[in-house]
C-alpha cells in the first residue's frame, strides 16, 4: 500500500497556484504559445500589422519561419505612405526623395515576394505610360512573383504616380500630341495588365479603377465572372462609346451587386442617352457623373439608387434645348417599370406608393436629378 507521503507528492496543483504555473513548474524552458497548433498561431499572428510581423520574426527561429508563411502575407499596398493623400494631385518631391521612395517600392515587392505572398488584396497607383521608370513592366513582374490566384480586391489608379520628381515634366514636353501619346501608352499598358489579371486572377471579387471604356477593354472585364462590386472612374473623356456599353458590360456580369460610375460625357454627346441592364444588380452610383441619361432601365433587383444632376454650365436658347431634351426619357418613368424592387433614392426611403403617385419629397429628388422638360425647365444645362 502506498505511502501517504507518495500520495502528496503526485497530487494536483492547490487552489492558490494555476495551470500555467505548474506547466512552467514542470517545462520552465517551454513558452506556452508553442504548445498552440500551428494553425491557431498563425491566426494570432494574422492580427499583426506588416510592421509588427516583421518583429515578431526575430523573435526566435521558430517565429521567423512561421512568419514566412504565404497565407500570413495577404495585402499588398504601394499606396500607404504618407504622402499618398485622399484627392491629392501629383505630389512633386525632389530627387533625391523620390528615388528614396522608388528603392522603398522595390524593396517592399521583393520583401513580398521572398515570402511568397498568397494576395487577397492590391491597392498600387502608378503612371502606366512612364517610359522612364516603367511601372508597367514592375507591376507585371511582381504579379509573376506572387500568388495572386486567390486575389480578390483591387484598387488600380494606372494613370498617375502620386509622387514625382521635379523634372518629370521638363518645359516642351506637354504638347497634345505628346500627350495623346502618353495617354495610347497607358491604356495599351493596362490592357496588358488586364489580360494578366485575367489569366491569374479570376476570382476579383471586387475592382476600383480608372477605366477606358474601350471595346477592348469592356470585353476583357466582362470575364470577371465573380465581381461584385465594381467602381470605374471615367479616363480622358467618355467619347466615342455607344449607348449601349454601359448595358452590355453589365448583363454579363451574374454577380454584380454594387456599380459605381464616374462618367464625363463630353458636351458634343448631350443629346446622347444610355441603356443598363442588370438581373443581379442592387446598388447604382452615379452621382458623380456628368452628363449621364438613361434610355431604359431594366434593375430588377435594385435597391438603392444615387444619381444627380449636374449643371455644365451651357447656355442655349429654348429651342435648341428643348430639342435637345425632347431626346431625353423621364427618370420617374425609367425607375417605375425599370425598378420594382427600388427602395431608397438618393438616400431617401421611398413611400410604399411611390410608383403610383409621386408626393411632394419624390418630386424634390426628380428636380435634383432628373434632365427631363418636366424637371429642368432651364435655359442652362
Not at 507518495?6 to 508553442?34: H, I, M, N, Q, Y
Not at 491566426?43 to 516583421?54: D, I, R
Not at 494576395?119 to 508597367?136: E, I, M, N, P, V
Request: glycine fraction near 2%; charged fraction near 20%; charge should be positive.
Amino acid at each position: 500500500m502506498p505511502s501517504r507521503r507518495k500520495r502528496v507528492c503526485w497530487a494536483a496543483p492547490t487552489e492558490a497556484g494555476t495551470d500555467s504555473e505548474f506547466l512552467a513548474a514542470k517545462s520552465p524552458s517551454c513558452f506556452p504559445f508553442s504548445l498552440l497548433p500551428v494553425d491557431c498561431q498563425l491566426h494570432v499572428f494574422s492580427f499583426l500589422s506588416e510592421v509588427e510581423k516583421c518583429v515578431a520574426a526575430l523573435v526566435c527561429e521558430a517565429w521567423s519561419k512561421l512568419i514566412r508563411t504565404p497565407w500570413l502575407w495577404r495585402v499588398a499596398d504601394f499606396m500607404r505612405l504618407g504622402a499618398f493623400q485622399s484627392g491629392a494631385d501629383v505630389v512633386l518631391v525632389s530627387a533625391r526623395k523620390f528615388e528614396r521612395w522608388k528603392e522603398w517600392v522595390h524593396q517592399y515587392a521583393y520583401h513580398l515576394t521572398s515570402r511568397s505572398a498568397s494576395l487577397l488584396l492590391l491597392r498600387a497607383s502608378f503612371d502606366l505610360g512612364d517610359q522612364k521608370t516603367k511601372w508597367a513592366d514592375f507591376l507585371s513582374c511582381f504579379l509573376d512573383s506572387v500568388h495572386c490566384s486567390e486575389l480578390q480586391e483591387l484598387e488600380l489608379n494606372w494613370t498617375l504616380t502620386y509622387l514625382e520628381p521635379p523634372d518629370f515634366y521638363p518645359p516642351g514636353t506637354c504638347s497634345m500630341t505628346q500627350v495623346s501619346l502618353v495617354k495610347l501608352d497607358q491604356i495599351s499598358n493596362f490592357q496588358r495588365l488586364l489580360e494578366k489579371l485575367l489569366e491569374r486572377s479570376p476570382k476579383l471579387c471586387r475592382m476600383k479603377l480608372l477605366f477606358d471604356w474601350s471595346a477592348r477593354s469592356v470585353a476583357m472585364l466582362t470575364c470577371f465572372r465573380q465581381l461584385r462590386t465594381l467602381e470605374l472612374k471615367y479616363f480622358w473623356s467618355f467619347k466615342g462609346v455607344c449607348p449601349e456599353i454601359m448595358q452590355q458590360l453589365t448583363k454579363a456580369l451574374p454577380n454584380l451587386r454594387t456599380l459605381i460610375l464616374h462618367i464625363l460625357v463630353p458636351v458634343k454627346d448631350l443629346g446622347i442617352s444610355y441603356a443598363l441592364e442588370s438581373l443581379s444588380l442592387e446598388y447604382l452610383d452615379v452621382s458623380q457623373s456628368r452628363g449621364l441619361v438613361f434610355s431604359s432601365l431594366n434593375l430588377p433587383s435594385l435597391e438603392a439608387l444615387r444619381v444627380k444632376k449636374t449643371v455644365r454650365g451651357i447656355i442655349l436658347n429654348r429651342r435648341t434645348r428643348l430639342a435637345l431634351q425632347s431626346r431625353w426619357t423621364c427618370l420617374y418613368g425609367l425607375l417605375r417599370s425599370g425598378t420594382p424592387n427600388l427602395r431608397v433614392f438618393n438616400n431617401r426611403v421611398l413611400l410604399p406608393h411611390w410608383r403610383e403617385q409621386t408626393y411632394k419629397e419624390l418630386n424634390a429628388l426628380l428636380l435634383q436629378s432628373c434632365y427631363c422638360t418636366q424637371h429642368s425647365d432651364t435655359w442652362l444645362l
